[in-house]
């Protein structure tokens, strides 16, 4: 066997140019390390008090628990807070988190709950909600504009999420949707269709007990702005002239 030959160069380095002495055996050993604070050995200590509680405070998620998640996740994700071109770039549980944004943001312009509320809500898991959020402000996506803000003591504040594509926020604005009337006072909510028959039944009731009472006949019959069949009334001049 042929003797390998060291380099005069990996001579030159630490490695092999520096004695093997009583300092070296002594960190070997473990003497030489500086022994660990009282107040590194606190703070690893409630680190480890930390991960513990976490861990016995995972809820087990029983079945029907998990149908109802499901039946959320579902809902949001099949919502029509979001135009089709930019609900074709995401999955299920992506579109259910970023339904709930689109939801918030056109109640209040901005959306600033935090990421575990946004899961609870769409019925998704946090990483779900993440990797939503980091596609959609990806510049390939550019859907909607994230400003965090933290705090030099204590725990950061919510980030806010704001929708900066023309797309999507025209489409919240139009609201595509129906609508019903309700008034003030009583709430009742009835359609255009029903109020428009209410006002009629009521005329024509009148009309029929003017005809049958000549004394109940009113002196003049005047026709109402909102009401379209006026021009087939007649007033008193005409039915008595």
Same mark, same amino acid.
Request: aromatic share 6%.
């Given at each position: 066997?042929?003797?390998?030959?060291?380099?005069?160069?990996?001579?030159? !380095? $630490?490695?092999?140019?520096?004695?093997?002495?009583?300092?070296?055996? *002594?960190? @070997? !050993?473990?003497?030489?390390?500086?022994?660990?604070?009282?107040?590194?050995?606190?703070?690893?200590?409630?680190?480890?008090?930390?991960?513990?509680? =976490?861990?016995?405070?995972?809820?087990?998620?029983? !079945?029907?628990?998990?149908?109802?998640?499901?039946?959320?996740? $579902?809902?949001?994700?099949?919502?029509?807070?979001?135009?089709? @071109? /930019?609900?074709?770039? *995401?999955?299920?549980?992506?579109?259910?988190?970023?339904?709930?944004?689109?939801?918030?943001?056109?109640?209040?312009?901005?959306?600033?709950?935090?990421?575990?509320?946004?899961?609870?809500?769409?019925?998704?898991?946090?990483?779900?909600?993440?990797?939503? /959020?980091?596609?959609?402000?990806?510049?390939?996506?550019?859907? /909607?504009?994230?400003? @965090?803000?933290?705090?030099?003591?204590?725990?950061?504040?919510?980030?806010?999420?704001?929708?900066?594509?023309?797309?999507?926020?025209?489409?919240?604005?139009?609201?595509?949707?129906?609508?019903?009337?309700?008034?003030?006072?009583?709430?009742?909510?009835?359609?255009?269709?029903?109020?428009?028959?209410? @006002?009629?039944?009521?005329?024509?009731?009148?009309? =029929?007990?003017?005809?049958?009472?000549?004394?109940?006949?009113?002196?003049?019959?005047?026709?109402?702005?909102?009401?379209?069949?006026?021009?087939?009334?007649?007033?008193?001049?005409? =039915?008595?002239?």
């Amino acid at each position: 066997m042929t003797q390998l030959q060291v380099s005069p160069a990996l001579l030159r !380095t $630490r490695i092999l140019s520096r004695p093997y002495d009583e300092r070296d055996r *002594y960190f @070997e !050993t473990g003497q030489g390390t500086k022994p660990a604070s009282k107040a590194y050995e606190k703070q690893s200590s409630a680190r480890a008090a930390e991960r513990v509680v =976490a861990q016995s405070r995972r809820r087990i998620v029983t !079945t029907e628990q998990r149908s109802k998640e499901i039946q959320r996740r $579902r809902k949001w994700s099949s919502a029509g807070n979001m135009p089709p @071109e /930019i609900r074709a770039c *995401y999955s299920e549980a992506e579109r259910a988190a970023l339904c709930i944004i689109a939801s918030r943001c056109s109640e209040k312009g901005f959306c600033d709950l935090c990421i575990d509320e946004i899961a609870r809500l769409a019925g998704v898991g946090r990483t779900s909600v993440q990797n939503a /959020i980091r596609k959609a402000r990806a510049k390939a996506l550019a859907h /909607i504009s994230v400003r @965090e803000r933290p705090q030099r003591s204590g725990k950061n504040l919510t980030n806010i999420i704001k929708i900066v594509s023309l797309a999507w926020r025209g489409w919240i604005e139009r609201g595509i949707g129906f609508k019903r009337l309700s008034t003030s006072v009583t709430q009742v909510k009835t359609t255009l269709s029903e109020n428009a028959e209410t @006002e009629k039944s009521a005329f024509e009731k009148e009309c =029929a007990a003017s005809v049958h009472d000549p004394f109940k006949r009113p002196a003049m019959w005047q026709a109402r702005p909102a009401e379209k069949w006026s021009r087939h009334w007649r007033t008193s001049a005409t =039915a008595y002239g």
